[in-house]
């Protein structure tokens, strides 16, 4: 342990609890083992208790935290060794020390963390010497403490570390607690000349393949919205990867050793790089211990449960905009990017010092060298690091060359980047320097194979190059979002955007999202297209309306990135309209005219159209993998397919009897095998509504479905199809319409499991009632297995005749759906009443917490305030519930009474907080917001 108080704390323990047993054995004329446990853990509890105190009093940070509790461990194992070799078993003849290993060897521990021991021989150990171990061990073990243990001798040792590259880290660390010192400087001795025989540069390659292995598991990106604080990227092993290949190296106890070293390009560290070190150390093992004592386990991952808690214990509040969650997440993440930077800027340093400078290129071509750049390792490379500083657009130019030239860029070029980013704010409206860098956004127009712009926006946004040039960029580096949906920060969703827009040009997504595929490739704004993907979140945690405020930033940046006049404008618009597909596809009943003249009064021309729906699943696909299905691409192809029609001069929205007419007469062909008589019965069924609801198959299937049912006076019909291609299960229903027959049949659903994502309901001629539902398992996967098909055809059924209590059965589902976790995340309802978006119908827009039997609660509230519900669109955001219900009154006509309409909203927002009465608690601070929200438009 490096720490001279550390030292001082530890002595004073072992002292402590030696003076405690000294004392007892005065007293009792020995000390027995149950006595002798009963004061360490006394001493244990006491110590343990006091450091919790004081680390949550703010008087120890983490680090110190840290330091002072593997103190107090080395006094308890010390007095133990004390104790086990004289009272338990004395007298044992071997040369023994008791040596710490790993991180408790470096000398830092966490509340509920591994103590690794190494029981050091100098020969094979005696049958005494081993009792003496095992003695100790199960006493650690009876105080509650997690041990992990090796008895070695030194040849022992030294044979297993050359063998295994783990153990060999683990040793790297060691330092001796107690007993034979000499023993341990002897063999610490001879192992450290053993590193320095063997290769540092194979050392390090086993290491990062280690690295390489743990990120894939636990998410290459630093900006996981719930990250792992000792295993992620960006995360403590990272900063311990880079101590382990420092120490290998040059035998040293602390990385800041470095400060006073110099690699073959420099200093290995700089004073600003070691406080970074310092600072992102402090603050990930100050969350690390906060996160074991909420906790109360060896909790490394900081889930949505966990972070407004540890992020309140650290003192982050609302400030302005911002939740205090927020952030907190915001500096983690921040933390994790400097920690990434720390590993490009030294690793490249220590990796040389092993191998040695890098094989420059005997012979480079005119082009290169001319350019300021040499190979190096096959690898490309300034010619003069330090004129990097003076000419920041070689740092642009460098990623531009590696790009057409399909080269690497060297970690040391990488390292000169970060060291130089602040000066690339000189660049911001340099005309060259813009045109680069729109150039590697974008990649060249009309090439063959375009590059991925995302490659370059990633090392852009981890060198901090991106936040130089575009100010407004740094706003959203590290924010996030405190909900369920968004898996990246912002930064990294956006980036992620353009990787797909990347995948949508080169034909990957082609089955996912065939149209957008189709017209990628001929949009005239490619410029405009990628501009707007990577500002359309922009302005997200500014407070208001993000897409507003961020096409207002657009028409400020574009003109700075060379973007002309026009390509700005169009940039505003996308960015002000990006969720107007998504919202309207989702949230709006796309069969009503009404809903596509209102888009086609706001998008205008056929190439915004195209430009509209490319950034609309460029956006979603970002979000999360499991934001996409095949049932919202239906959605989207659809809603583009009828807007794009009108734009293009087509059939006009308003001409619904020809629509109509022709639907009819495609059902018509279909049943060519009944009568006359019968065709014209069923075609007298249907309203318009109904005929413009669904597509010839369809109303095959629901004619002979309802003709088999007048024929075998059957009183309820129950028909499901599965649809492969929209990934979802569609559940036709035929019964005498009533009032609640929808808010039943919603509630039979759910008590299967079954997750309902859209929702017709038609009244037909003959008093009938077809309702019609598109359903999903709750992992958003295909509702198909046979007997789950069955009990769901059996459970509607019985909730219809009255013999399912539908109320009892829904109370009692498990929110197991969500997890503790999901429950931290507050969602305030809110209900939004429209009677300008349709018509005809009156259109309400309810949101609050997914959980079970929510539609069947809410639909049930409406159908009791005298409400006939038409149609309903349900989505599901993380653990955010949006459903749309369109609905008329008993007259078939829109609800304009405000009393009405206030019964209505208060009903709504009852059935929305029913379910709540199981929820946690929100903070004091959510409380403050989480007042029901009633707004009408």
Same mark, same amino acid.
């Given at each position: 342990?490096?720490?001279?108080?550390?030292?001082? /704390?530890?002595?004073?323990?072992?002292?402590?609890?030696?003076?405690?047993?000294?004392?007892?054995?005065?007293?009792?004329?020995?000390?027995?083992?149950?006595?002798?446990?009963?004061?360490?853990?006394?001493?244990?509890?006491?110590?343990?208790?006091?450091?919790?105190?004081?680390?949550?009093?703010?008087?120890?940070?983490?680090?110190?935290?840290?330091?002072?509790? $593997?103190?107090?461990?080395?006094?308890?194992?010390?007095?133990?060794?004390?104790?086990?070799?004289?009272?338990? #078993?004395?007298?044992?003849?071997?040369?023994?020390?008791?040596?710490?290993?790993?991180?408790?060897?470096?000398?830092?521990?966490?509340?509920?963390?591994?103590?690794?021991?190494?029981?050091?021989?100098?020969?094979?150990?005696?049958?005494?010497?081993?009792?003496?171990?095992?003695?100790?061990?199960?006493?650690?073990?009876?105080?509650?403490?997690?041990?992990?243990?090796?008895?070695?001798?030194?040849?022992?040792?030294?044979?297993?570390?050359?063998?295994?590259?783990?153990?060999?880290?683990?040793?790297?660390?060691?330092?001796?607690?107690?007993?034979?010192?000499?023993?341990?400087?002897?063999?610490?001795?001879?192992?450290?000349?053993?590193?320095?025989?063997?290769?540092?540069?194979?050392?390090?390659?086993?290491?990062?393949?280690?690295?390489?292995?743990?990120? @894939?598991?636990?998410?290459?990106?630093?900006?996981?919205?719930?990250?792992?604080?000792?295993?992620?990227?960006?995360?403590?092993?990272?900063?311990?990867?880079?101590?382990?290949?420092?120490?290998?190296?040059?035998?040293?106890?602390?990385?800041?050793?470095?400060?006073?070293?110099?690699?073959?390009?420099?200093?290995?560290?700089?004073?600003?790089?070691?406080?970074?070190?310092?600072?992102?150390?402090?603050?990930?093992?100050?969350?690390?211990?906060?996160?074991?004592?909420?906790?109360?386990?060896?909790?490394?991952?900081?889930?949505?449960?966990?972070?407004?808690?540890?992020?309140?214990?650290?003192?982050?509040?609302?400030?302005?905009?911002?939740?205090? #969650?927020? @952030?907190?997440?915001?500096?983690?993440?921040?933390?994790?990017?400097?920690?990434?930077?720390?590993?490009?800027?030294?690793?490249?340093?220590?990796?040389?010092?092993?191998?040695?400078?890098?094989?420059?290129?005997?012979?480079?071509?005119?082009?290169?060298?001319?350019?300021?750049?040499?190979?190096?390792?096959?690898?490309?490379?300034?010619?003069?690091?330090?004129?990097?500083?003076?000419?920041?657009?070689?740092?642009?130019?460098?990623?531009?060359?590696?790009?057409?030239?399909?080269?690497?860029?060297?970690?040391?070029?990488?390292?000169?980047?970060?060291?130089?980013?602040?000066?690339?704010?000189?660049?911001?409206?340099?005309?060259?320097?813009?045109?680069?860098?729109?150039?590697?956004?974008?990649?060249?127009?009309?090439?063959?194979?375009?590059?991925?712009?995302?490659?370059?926006?990633? %090392?852009?946004?981890?060198?901090?190059?991106?936040?130089?040039?575009?100010?407004?960029?740094?706003?959203?580096?590290?924010?996030?979002?405190?909900?369920?949906?968004?898996?990246?920060?912002?930064?990294?969703?956006?980036?992620?955007?353009?990787?797909?827009?990347?995948?949508?040009?080169?034909?990957? %997504?082609?089955?996912?999202?065939?149209?957008?595929?189709?017209?990628?490739?001929?949009?005239?704004?490619?410029?405009?297209?990628?501009?707007?993907?990577?500002?359309?979140?922009?302005?997200?945690?500014?407070?208001?309306?993000?897409?507003?405020?961020?096409?207002? &930033?657009?028409?400020?940046?574009?003109?700075?990135?060379?973007?002309?006049?026009?390509?700005?404008?169009?940039?505003?618009?996308?960015?002000?309209?990006? /969720?107007?597909?998504?919202?309207?596809?989702?949230?709006?009943?796309?069969?009503?005219?009404?809903? &596509?003249?209102?888009? #086609?009064?706001?998008?205008?021309?056929?190439?915004?159209?195209?430009?509209? /729906?490319?950034?609309?699943?460029?956006?979603?696909?970002?979000?999360?993998?499991?934001?996409?299905?095949?049932?919202?691409?239906?959605?989207?192809?659809?809603?583009?397919?009828?807007?794009?029609?009108?734009?293009?001069?087509?059939?006009?929205?308003?001409?619904?009897?020809?629509?109509?007419?022709?639907?009819?007469?495609?059902?018509?062909?279909?049943?060519?095998?009944?009568?006359?008589?019968?065709?014209?019965?069923?075609?007298?069924?249907?309203?318009?509504?109904?005929?413009?609801?669904?597509?010839?198959?369809?109303?095959?299937?629901?004619?002979?479905?309802?003709?088999?049912?007048?024929?075998?006076?059957?009183?309820?019909?129950?028909?499901?199809?599965?649809?492969?291609?929209?990934?979802?299960?569609?559940?036709?229903?035929?019964? $005498?319409?009533?009032?609640?027959?929808?808010?039943?049949?919603?509630?039979?659903?759910?008590?299967?499991?079954?997750?309902?994502?859209?929702?017709?309901?038609?009244?037909?001629?003959?008093?009938?009632?077809?309702?019609?539902?598109?359903?999903?398992?709750?992992?958003?996967?295909?509702?198909?297995?046979?007997?789950?098909?069955?009990?769901?055809?059996?459970?509607?059924?019985?909730?219809?005749?009255?013999?399912?209590?539908?109320?009892?059965?829904?109370?009692?589902?498990?929110?197991?759906?969500?997890?503790?976790?999901?429950?931290?995340?507050?969602?305030?309802?809110?209900?939004?009443?429209?009677?300008?978006?349709?018509?005809?119908?009156?259109?309400?827009?309810?949101?609050?917490?997914?959980?079970?039997?929510?539609?069947?609660?809410?639909?049930?509230?409406?159908?009791?305030?005298?409400?006939?519900?038409?149609?309903?669109?349900?989505?599901?955001?993380?653990?955010?519930?949006?459903?749309?219900?369109?609905?008329?009154?008993?007259?078939?006509?829109?609800?304009?009474?405000?009393?009405?309409?206030?019964?209505?909203?208060?009903?709504?927002?009852?059935?929305?907080?029913?379910?709540?009465?199981?929820?946690?608690?929100?903070?004091?601070?959510?409380?403050?917001?989480?007042?029901?929200?009633?707004?009408?438009?």
């Amino acid at each position: 342990m490096s720490n001279p108080a550390a030292l001082s /704390l530890s002595k004073a323990q072992a002292t402590s609890l030696t003076d405690a047993l000294a004392e007892l054995a005065a007293e009792e004329g020995g000390v027995a083992r149950d006595a002798a446990l009963a004061v360490f853990r006394r001493h244990l509890a006491r110590m343990q208790h006091q450091l919790q105190n004081a680390f949550e009093r703010d008087e120890l940070s983490g680090l110190a935290a840290a330091e002072a509790l $593997a103190g107090h461990m080395d006094g308890v194992i010390t007095a133990l060794m004390l104790y086990a070799t004289t009272d338990a #078993v004395p007298d044992a003849p071997d040369r023994i020390a008791v040596v710490a290993t790993g991180g408790y060897g470096r000398g830092y521990l966490a509340p509920f963390s591994d103590i690794d021991l190494l029981f050091l021989t100098e020969a094979a150990p005696s049958d005494r010497t081993l009792s003496a171990v095992e003695f100790m061990l199960y006493f650690l073990w009876d105080l509650g403490l997690k041990v992990g243990h090796a008895t070695r001798s030194v040849a022992e040792c030294l044979t297993e570390a050359q063998a295994d590259a783990t153990i060999r880290t683990a040793l790297l660390d060691s330092r001796c607690l107690v007993g034979e010192q000499a023993l341990f400087t002897d063999f610490r001795r001879e192992f450290r000349q053993q590193c320095a025989a063997s290769s540092a540069a194979e050392f390090i390659r086993v290491k990062q393949a280690e690295r390489l292995a743990r990120h @894939r598991r636990y998410g290459d990106s630093p900006f996981l919205v719930e990250p792992n604080v000792k295993e992620g990227r960006g995360a403590l092993r990272d900063l311990h990867f880079l101590h382990w290949v420092a120490n290998y190296i040059f035998d040293i106890d602390d990385v800041q050793d470095l400060l006073t070293k110099d690699g073959p390009f420099g200093p290995m560290l700089t004073l600003r790089e070691a406080r970074h070190y310092n600072r992102a150390a402090d603050f990930l093992w100050t969350v690390r211990f906060h996160l074991h004592y909420v906790a109360g386990r060896p909790e490394e991952r900081l889930t949505f449960d966990l972070q407004p808690i540890v992020g309140a214990r650290m003192g982050y509040t609302r400030h302005g905009v911002q939740d205090g #969650v927020e @952030r907190f997440m915001r500096h983690y993440f921040l933390t994790a990017r400097d920690v990434a930077r720390l590993s490009h800027v030294l690793e490249p340093e220590l990796v040389r010092v092993a191998q040695g400078s890098p094989a420059i290129a005997p012979s480079t071509d005119e082009a290169l060298v001319q350019a300021g750049f040499v190979l190096a390792d096959g690898q490309l490379l300034f010619a003069d690091g330090d004129g990097v500083a003076q000419h920041p657009i070689l740092m642009l130019r460098l990623m531009q060359c590696a790009r057409d030239r399909h080269l690497r860029i060297h970690p040391l070029a990488l390292r000169a980047m970060i060291r130089n980013e602040r000066v690339t704010i000189s660049l911001r409206r340099d005309p060259e320097a813009m045109k680069i860098f729109m150039d590697l956004l974008c990649g060249k127009d009309g090439e063959t194979e375009r590059s991925d712009g995302a490659r370059w926006m990633t %090392l852009m946004n981890e060198t901090g190059i991106l936040s130089r040039l575009v100010p407004d960029w740094a706003r959203i580096v590290g924010q996030m979002q405190f909900d369920t949906y968004h898996v990246f920060t912002v930064d990294e969703h956006t980036i992620e955007a353009l990787r797909v827009v990347a995948a949508l040009e080169r034909g990957d %997504l082609s089955e996912a999202a065939p149209i957008a595929s189709s017209i990628v490739d001929h949009l005239q704004s490619r410029r405009a297209l990628y501009t707007a993907v990577m500002l359309h979140d922009i302005a997200k945690g500014r407070g208001g309306d993000h897409s507003v405020l961020g096409a207002e &930033i657009a028409l400020a940046v574009g003109p700075g990135l060379g973007l002309s006049g026009e390509e700005t404008e169009m940039v505003s618009w996308l960015v002000l309209h990006h /969720l107007l597909l998504s919202q309207t596809a989702f949230k709006r009943d796309i069969d009503d005219p009404k809903t &596509i003249l209102d888009l #086609v009064d706001t998008i205008q021309s056929p190439e915004r159209l195209k430009l509209l /729906l490319v950034l609309t699943v460029a956006d979603m696909r970002a979000v999360s993998p499991k934001v996409w299905n095949g049932w919202k691409a239906t959605l989207l192809r659809e809603l583009y397919t009828r807007v794009a029609e009108v734009l293009a001069g087509g059939l006009a929205t308003t001409e619904r009897d020809v629509r109509v007419a022709r639907a009819k007469e495609a059902a018509a062909e279909r049943l060519h095998d009944w009568t006359a008589e019968d065709i014209d019965a069923f075609l007298d069924l249907g309203y318009p509504a109904y005929w413009l609801s669904f597509d010839p198959s369809t109303h095959e299937r629901h004619g002979r479905m309802i003709r088999e049912a007048r024929h075998s006076h059957a009183p309820l019909s129950v028909q499901t199809e599965v649809l492969h291609s929209r990934a979802v299960t569609e559940v036709t229903v035929y019964a $005498a319409d009533h009032a609640g027959l929808f808010s039943r049949i919603a509630g039979a659903l759910a008590i299967a499991g079954a997750s309902i994502v859209d929702a017709r309901i038609h009244t037909l001629t003959n008093g009938m009632a077809l309702d019609t539902f598109w359903i999903q398992d709750a992992a958003g996967g295909i509702f198909a297995a046979p007997q789950r098909l069955a009990r769901l055809s059996v459970l509607i059924e019985q909730a219809l005749s009255g013999r399912l209590r539908l109320a009892s059965e829904i109370s009692g589902l498990s929110d197991a759906l969500l997890g503790q976790r999901m429950r931290a995340i507050h969602v305030p309802p809110r209900v939004v009443i429209d009677n300008h978006a349709s018509n005809t119908h009156t259109v309400i827009e309810v949101n609050g917490r997914d959980r079970p039997g929510l539609l069947h609660d809410v639909t049930a509230a409406i159908t009791d305030q005298g409400m006939q519900i038409a149609s309903a669109h349900v989505s599901t955001y993380g653990v955010r519930a949006i459903d749309v219900f369109y609905v008329k009154d008993v007259f078939g006509l829109k609800i304009q009474n405000e009393r009405k309409l206030e019964g209505l909203r208060q009903a709504i927002l009852a059935a929305l907080t029913s379910g709540d009465a199981t929820m946690p608690e929100p903070d004091s601070e959510a409380a403050g917001r989480g007042r029901p929200k009633v707004d009408a438009a």
